[in-house]
């Protein structure tokens, strides 16, 4: 059960960060769906490999931070910083 949760957590937190990485850089070459399921799939590879290698967390947060850092980074860089708005000349 602790398992199930920690995949749970980490895909749920990966999304989050995406959406949040993609606001900093709302502009881009890539969906915001896209980089969502890409950073879902990459939380759920990373804490499977994590379950795998160690076992099952002993707490929440650490499944929560992982996703939020990998959903974060997707976002991020993922998208580009919008352009500044042209100066008038005076």
């Known amino acids: 059960m602790r398992t199930t949760l920690a995949l749970a957590i980490a895909v749920s937190s990966a999304v989050i960060g ?14 915001i769906v896209w980089t969502m399921i890409v950073a879902g799939l990459g939380a759920l590879l990373a804490e499977a490999s994590s379950v ?9 947060w650490e499944p ?8 974060v980074m997707a976002g991020i860089f993922s998208g580009k910083k919008r352009k500044p708005p042209d100066k008038p000349e005076t």
């Open 52 to 60: 795998i290698w160690v076992g099952p967390p002993p707490q929440g």
């Open 18 to 31: 995406a959406i949040f990485g993609r606001a900093l850089r709302p502009q881009g070459p890539i969906s």
């Open 64 to 71: 929560l931070l992982g996703g939020i850092l990998i959903g």
